[in-house]
């Protein structure tokens, strides 16, 4: 799972990453991703090789995203011999800062290329300032 958090210090939004050990355990594999940012928008490349758009779903939350669905292996002819390209089920989650906006989320389907556009939740608050009282001193 990939984490986006807003960073006030350096004013941009930073992305962290999960261990995968829950879906790997079910069988389920994690499609690698490239995630942009630029103009206020998050930019998720998924690479899906093979899988049509009406075999997977994306369901957006209050805070994330959530693709899943499933590839199926290409018949062959005789026993393989080495399999790399991961098959079956998939899914991947990302978490933004704050609550998006789905309506607003738009996904692309293009020569194995899932690309999803995520407007940056907006952030309301500015920071709080904590009065600091102090006790003991007359």
Known sequence: MLVFRFSR???AFEISGTSAGTERARGIFRPP?????SNRIFIVR???PG???DAMTI???DKEITIHGTTSVASSTGPCRLMERPSGNFQRTLKFPGRISPDKITAE???GVLTIR???PELD???TTIEIRMTGAD
Do not use: F, K, Q, T
Request: charged fraction near 25%; avoid cysteine; proline fraction near 8%.
């Open 51 to 53: 899988v049509d758009s």
């Open 59 to 61: 369901e957006a939350g």
């Open 109 to 111: 389907l293009d020569n």
């Open 33 to 37: 991703v490239d995630i942009y940012y």
């Open 9 to 11: 210090i350096s004013g």
């Open 46 to 48: 998924m690479d899906l």
């Open 125 to 127: 608050r500015d920071p």
């Open 118 to 120: 995520v407007p940056a």
